[in-house]
């Protein structure tokens, strides 16, 4: 979709006490007191599925009639509950189709239930509704100046149109029945079920979706779209639905999106929706991944005359990665959904990782190690502002979560991840991952957990240092040489603790490349190595398995 302290111990990790280091750590981050952010606990009750009805108006800038029912499980005791809701006129409220007294203020609607629903009983609230919302769903004109009407609900918006448990780990199914001009065409999450004429002038259209999905997934798009067939790369349909002035060049624009499908159905698991349409319409965002139907930009596929191009697909190599990332997300992010805001990075890291693969793929190694590099580079801007760790507890504006953190410095963990795992048990870990978690949420303990049990390795001090722990890696690298042997001397300047991450040197001598492996247990680290001939030069990490940042010094 959808910016970026610990003193180092140095005689302790000197001294091998690493478990003492990394237990401090582990409290530092997970203390509640030091958390400023307030968390939404979902402990009182939960919605199990929507049907959301809504009737527009022919020019698509109010609704007429809107109708939210809610089936809803009681998670304790209740007698009261409290619904996200924005400020449309509501008409009525029942609680199992009797009236239900109510609080509407301050964007919440605070529901005292006509009779106490116990522990694990279901029950059903149903709001009637109307008006125009003043957030949450775009009601806009598209890039072609006609009338238009897009959900756009990420991080917390959908409350503004619809009544609900407005926070990612409150998951449900949901139908939509959507009425509309005739000469419009809806989609929404889900599978079309029917499209019925029920008034002279409008069309009733009907979706759903049976799976789970969050909130900020939830959407409908109403618009004069042009309809495109993309066929069926894997084993769902493939729909776009742009402006019609888009028509010729959607097809190509969106070339890379069957790749992607494939790409992830590979290495993941099959589709977890029944299709999946593309549309370019209204969004804050460049791309939101709602379930089964992701919305991008209007600008989508405007030209920008010195982006780079790529090779195998012919457009812009930003709009490959922009796809695929969107694509990326209906696994992780919607389907296996962070459980709380700090958890973020399991989504929009794994979406940017994923497209990075596609570039490995389809335009090679040296597009791969582009991809990275840029990647580093966007998270080294973003850490000179704020060195905070990718598991924030404290950031309040959840906008301001969508960051080099979350986005680059996440991937880059996946992918350091990847190097020390081995191609194998990582893809096998992400796999168990995603099939535990499927239609619900995870947190970043539970990906650590299966990539743990998938490789037999222990990595709390990798997730303590580089997913809870702020910064990386600075390495200061020299070397004292004689004919015969070499001292290579690391310090690792950063004001964090040391990266245990092992570290690759490749040694240039006049004979050839020797590759060494050095596993730096504090921030001052030496060892010496044999050499069949003269040093001419130290490569450090030549294959790009660590983030950071090197600094030569002269040899002597």
């Known amino acids: 979709m959808p910016n970026h302290c610990l003193k180092s111990a140095q005689t302790i990790w000197f001294r091998g006490h690493r478990t003492l280091l ?17 968390e939404r606990v979902i402990d009182s009750w939960r919605p199990l599925h929507y049907s959301i009805s809504l009737k527009f108006n022919q020019s698509l800038d109010s609704i007429l009639e809107a109708r939210t029912e809610i089936k809803a499980l009681a ?10 809701f924005g400020d449309m006129k509501l008409e009525s409220l029942l609680v199992n189709y009797q009236v239900a007294k109510f609080d509407h203020k301050g964007g919440t609607l605070r529901v005292k239930l006509p009779e106490t629903q116990p522990t694990n009983s279901k029950f059903t609230i149903l709001a ?12 806009a004109t598209d890039k072609d100046g006609r009338p238009s009407a897009i959900g756009d609900n990420w991080p917390n918006r959908l409350h503004h149109w619809v009544p609900s448990l407005d926070h990612p780990a409150a998951k449900a199914s949901v139908n939509f029945s959507v009425t509309a001009p005739e000469d419009y065409l809806v989609v929404a999450n889900g599978s079309l079920d029917r499209v019925e004429t029920v008034a002279r002038g409008s069309r009733t259209w009907s979706f759903s979706e049976e799976a789970p999905i ?11 779209f042009y309809k495109l067939d993309g066929g069926r790369p894997s084993s769902v349909p493939l729909q776009y639905f742009v402006p019609p002035s888009d028509r010729k060049y959607a097809a190509r624009g969106f070339s890379s999106a069957g790749p992607a499908l494939k790409l992830l159905t590979q290495y993941v698991a099959p589709f977890p929706y029944e299709k999946l349409a593309l549309i370019v319409g209204n969004t804050r965002f460049g791309g939101m991944e709602n379930a089964g139907a992701v919305v991008f930009k209007s600008n989508l596929f405007e030209p920008h005359p010195n982006a780079t191009m790529s090779r195998v697909f012919g457009i812009r190599r930003r709009t490959v990665e922009l796809v695929a990332h969107e694509i990326a997300h209906q696994w992780f992010g919607d389907s296996v959904t962070a459980a709380t805001w700090a958890d973020l990075w399991l989504s929009e890291g794994f979406a940017t990782y994923f497209s990075g693969l596609l570039v490995q793929r389809h335009e090679g190694e040296q597009a791969f190690q582009e991809f990275l590099k840029e990647a580093a580079e966007a998270y080294f801007r973003y850490q000179r502002r704020s060195r905070k760790p990718i598991h ?15 986005y680059d410095k996440a991937a880059w963990v996946l992918h350091m991840l990847r190097s020390t795992l081995g191609d194998t048990d990582f893809f096998l870990g992400i796999r168990n991952y995603y099939n535990a978690h499927k239609h619900s949420t995870a947190s970043s303990e539970d990906l650590r957990a299966a990539l743990e049990r998938t490789s037999g390795k222990n990595l709390k001090e990798f997730f303590a240092r580089w997913v809870y722990g702020p910064g990386h890696p600075h390495y200061e ?8 042997e070499v001292e290579i ?3 690792q300047l950063q004001p964090e603790p040391v990266f245990p991450n092992p570290l690759p040197l490749e040694l240039v001598t006049t004979a050839g490349r020797q590759r060494v492996l050095i596993q730096p247990k504090s921030k001052e680290h030496s060892e010496k190595f044999q050499l069949p001939a003269p040093l001419v030069s130290v490569l450090v990490d030549p294959n790009n398995t660590v983030l950071k940042e090197v600094s030569l010094r002269p040899s002597r």
Request: glycine letters at 4%; one cysteine or more; aromatic letters at 6%.
């Open 128 to 139: 009637v509704y109307n008006g125009k919302p003043r957030n949450g769903l775009i009601l």
């Open 489 to 491: 001397l690391i310090r």
């Open 22 to 38: 990394l237990v401090l750590l582990l409290l530092l981050f997970f203390d509640p007191a030091v958390a400023t952010r307030h």
């Open 392 to 406: 924030d507890r404290e950031t309040e504006d959840l906008v301001k979560l969508l960051n080099a953190n979350n």
């Open 214 to 224: 969050p909130p900020y997934c939830m959407i409908i798009a109403v618009g004069q």
């Open 75 to 84: 998670l304790k005791n209740i007698s009261h509950l409290d619904l996200d």
């Open 477 to 484: 690298v020299s070397w004292k040489r004689n004919r015969s």
